[in-house]
């Protein structure tokens, strides 16, 4: 099958109620882990790379690890829908960078920028992407900063505003649209009860054509698991908390078609490592850390597409 696209990805997603996860790749383990994962539940799957990421990994070598991941679903039968994505592009030339280069979607994040310059940008980007057939998503609204204890008037200056979120997709033809409704990026996501705002994720839903795909950045779920983990063994990371299961599990069946997921597989892969080296100090292989690492990353996902996302078995 190759690097698909998230057009046919979402349209299914959309009519069938359910959500595709979007995780974030940096090195060969995390690649694996994922790939792993969504093959074994015969799912499909985005892989999507930051600016920081491609910087990291190197573009050939992402892109070779992301082939061979595909190959070998291939040879073991195991054929998944594939898509390549640019997380939070900052600007037009990355965009063009990484569609001239094979990935089948781009984000252009021009969420900082006032309405009128994010809408220019956003159809600058769509028109080359389109061109080349590369599906584009976009961001309105502020993630960062919504928390509990800010005031309701002032947080809801945050959220996406549903009316402006139908102007904006109509104006730009981008292909999925990112929105704010009370997550934020990181382990440190609620100072109180975690808790979305289902009622703008309706309007906003209401406000666009029928199946319009939505995404949801800062989802990672923290699990309480990989937190303690990390502070049992050396780590400081107190009071981390992410967005429950069950309330991504809703979003996934009000219109949310990709579920984007970073911080999770940071938390696996640094609550096992730290196990290791902790308890077996005498280890100094990084086959057997990253290994477990890896290990870590496929169980966490799985659980994720099969009981929370509800993608299985649907390749
Ligand atoms: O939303 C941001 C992602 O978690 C990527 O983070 O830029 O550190 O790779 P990064
Ligand atoms: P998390 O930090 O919640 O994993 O969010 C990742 C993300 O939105 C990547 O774009
Ligand atoms: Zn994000």
Redesign the pocket.
């Known amino acids: 099958m190759g690097l698909v696209t998230t057009r046919e990805m979402f349209e299914r997603a959309a009519k069938g109620g359910y959500a595709i996860g ?1 995780f ?1 790749v940096n090195n060969m383990e995390i690649v694996q882990g994922i790939v792993e994962a969504a093959a074994e539940a015969n799912s499909p799957v985005i892989l ?1 790379a ?1 600016s920081s990421a491609i910087k990291y990994a190197g573009p050939t070598y992402l892109k070779k690890m992301i082939e061979a991941a595909i190959e070998i679903n291939k040879e073991k039968g195991m054929d998944i829908p594939i898509a390549l994505h640019l ?2 592009g900052a600007d037009f030339e990355i965009c063009k960078e990484c569609i001239d280069s094979g990935f089948t979607s781009v ?1 252009i994040d021009g969420s900082k920028y006032p309405f009128e310059e994010n809408v220019a940008l956003t159809k600058k980007v769509v028109d080359y992407a389109h061109m080349h057939g590369v599906s584009v998503e976009a961001e309105l609204g502020k ?1 960062a900063g919504v928390e509990d204890d800010v005031n309701v008037a002032e947080s809801d200056a945050n959220y996406t505003d549903p009316k402006e979120a139908a102007e904006f997709v109509r104006r730009t033809g981008c292909d999925s649209l ?1 929105v704010a409704v009370g ?5 440190y ?1 609620f100072k109180g009860e975690p808790r979305l705002r289902f009622d703008i994720l309706e309007k906003i839903s209401e406000a666009l054509p029928e199946n319009y795909p939505l995404v ?5 779920s ?1 699990p309480q698991e990989y937190v303690e983990m990390c502070n049992k063994y050396g780590g400081k990371l107190p009071g981390a908390r ?2 429950t299961e069950d309330l991504l599990a809703r979003a996934s069946k009000m219109g949310v078609c990709k579920i ?7 938390l696996a892969m640094t609550a096992s490592i730290r196990k290791v080296f902790t308890e077996t100090p005498e280890v100094f292989d990084p086959r057997n850390y990253l290994g477990k690492a890896r290990e870590e990353i496929k169980k966490m996902i799985s659980h994720r597409i099969i009981d929370v996302f509800g993608s299985q078995n649907k390749a």
């Open positions: 979007a974030n999507q930051s997380d939070h984000m993630l990112a997550t934020s990026h990181g382990a996501k949801l950045h800062g989802a990672s923290v992410g967005v984007n997921v970073d911080s999770d597989i940071r």
